[in-house]
Structures are given as C-alpha cells and as structure tokens.
C-alpha cells in the first residue's frame, strides 16, 4: 500500500503565487491546501494537521509572523495545533533584521521573493526531513536535564522550564553532543539556518537567556561560551 502524501498548507494572498505553488507543489506529490489570510491559515491548521507551513509574512489581515507566534505559543492540545509544526517562511523583505525577527519567532527556515522553485522544493523536503528524525527520537538526558524533541518539554531536576522555540533548539542542538563543542557558524547555520554569520548577536542572546533560565549546575552554569570558538554545555554529573 502506497504511503499518503504529506500535507502542505501554503499560507499566501497572492492568487498567483498560491496557485503556482499549489501546482507544482502538488505534481511533486504533495498534498496542497492554500490559505489567503492568517486567521485562515489558523483554522486551517486546526482543521487539516498540515505536515508543513509555507507562510507568507504580508497577508491582508496581519503579518504572518502573529500566525507563527499562534503556533509556537500552542499547548497542543486545546488549540489543535502542534507547536513544534514546520514552517517556512517565504517572504519579500529581505533585510537582516526581518530574517532575524523571523528565525528568533520560530521558523524553520526563511526563503526570500523572487524565489528558484526548485531550492524552495530542496529546503521543504530538508525541513521535513529533520521534523521527522526529531520526531523519531527519544528524549535527550544530560544529568538532571532532560529535553523531549517531540513535545518540547524541558525539565531541570523535575522541574519545568519554559523556553522559547529557538532557545530549545538551541538547547537541543548542545544537548546531542554535550561534550562537544559547537561553533557559532555551526549553530547559526542549523538552529537559525544563516549562510554566512555576519554581525548578527542573535546566538549570544539567546545563549544567554538560556544560561540564566537553566541556572548553575555544581558551581558552572549549563551553557558555557568557549571564548572565540562557540558553546557547550557543561558537563553532566
């Protein structure tokens, strides 16, 4: 028995540009919902569990970027809506501090208008790809730290800790290899998906939100900046 497409939600209020990826999105063996507005997009998601978002930023009742806050605060539960669902930001704006601002909001990846088809069809299916290895894995224990890649949950000797969708990401990457030490270009390019690093300080901050909400463990905080090379997590004992 063949498997059932993957669901796609283009979330888009530009007719043309919604019908065109619909199309093709389609022939490449998706199954393609639009959406021409966010609170549509919303109901949307509740309704048809999309496996990935293909968001638009300007819609015509708001910016895109309050329909990924709606996401990523859900409980998933009342809402119907998973907060850990892929979305991929396909935008005109094309400054840093956009891509920044959207990256920090929790999307996956950030594809700038005019767009090639075929790098957009590359990095849904790259998406894709890492929700489904995150979803397939187990919970990640670092001493009295555990992190659930499904759910998001993060714990700290029991104790909940509530961290944004990329401050988890963050966190999830260093907890893989916790003895490793991981690069800046490293995590900007997998947690953030920048090209090249630029002047962004986006990782420090978040780093060290992290570093404060996680607290002290033996006398050392949990994430450590290795001076000039990148971050780790401190040992586990």
Known sequence: MNAQPLKLLVVEDDVATSRFLADNLSADGFDVATAGAAGEGIRAIEVRAPSLVLLDLALEDGSGLQLLDRV???????????????????????????????????????????????????????????????????????????????????????KPIE?????????????????????????????????????????DAHACRVRKKLGIEGGRPWVLNVRGVGYRLTESR
């Open 72 to 158: 990523r605060s859900s409980d998933g539960l009342s809402s119907r809506i998973d907060p850990a669902l892929p979305v991929v930001v396909l935008t005109g704006r094309t400054g840093e501090a956009d891509r920044v601002r959207g990256f920090a909001r929790g999307a996956d990846d950030y594809v700038l208008k005019p767009f090639s088809y075929a790098e957009l069809l590359a990095r849904v299916r790259a998406v894709l790809r890492r929700a489904s290895v995150r979803s397939q894995r187990g919970a990640l224990r670092v001493g009295d730290l555990t992190l659930d890649p499904v759910t998001r949950a993060v714990r700290l000797n029991g």
């Open 163 to 203: 961290l944004s969708a990329k401050e988890f990401a963050l966190l999830h990457q260093l907890a893989e290899d916790p003895e490793r030490v991981y690069t800046k270009r490293e995590l900007l390019r997998d947690v953030w998906g920048f090209v090249a690093m630029g002047n962004t300080r986006t990782l």
